[in-house]
């Protein structure tokens, strides 16, 4: 099966072939920073077998990692431990995000309480004319 992805704006594709490996999430403080968000969901692969079109950015979040991301509009791709031969891809970069579901979780000491809890939260459909989620509810 083949993968295809990208960043929001268009300037780096991707096409990841071959067996997929593990999908997961990280709740640890770099993928934290690396995405402003309470964790991030990657799907590893083959690097070799990850086709680039358009030359992602690569930051060094460590001496061992490498994170790529788009330097035009700043999208979170991948990240890799320079040593081994995997690269992870960003779930939710992929075209169709719904064709991997997240197996296992790292870092679960770093995961909010909340997101324990997620189907707890009111939902809103966002509405250009009010803040996301934060206003309406209270009427
Ligand atoms: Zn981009």
Redesign the pocket.
């Known amino acids: 099966m083949n993968y295809h992805g990208?960043?929001?704006?268009?300037?780096?594709r991707y096409r990841a072939e071959g067996k997929r490996g593990r999908a997961s999430l990280c709740f640890c403080r770099m993928c934290q920073k690396a995405g402003g968000a309470p964790f991030m969901a990657f799907v590893r692969f083959e690097a070799a077998r990850v086709n680039w079109d358009g030359e992602p950015a690569v930051f060094a979040s460590s001496n061992a990692v490498e994170r790529g991301f788009?330097r035009?509009?700043?999208?979170p791709l991948s990240y890799r431990d320079v040593a081994g031969p995997y690269i992870s891809l960003t779930i939710h970069s992929l075209d169709d995000p719904s064709a991997v579901q997240p197996e296992i979780s790292f870092s679960s000491a770093a995961r909010p309480d909340w997101c324990l809890h997620l189907g707890n939260l009111t939902p809103l459909e966002m509405d250009r004319d009010e803040e996301p989620g934060f206003l309406s509810h209270q009427r």
């Open positions: 990208g960043c929001q704006c268009g300037a780096v788009c035009e509009c700043g999208t």
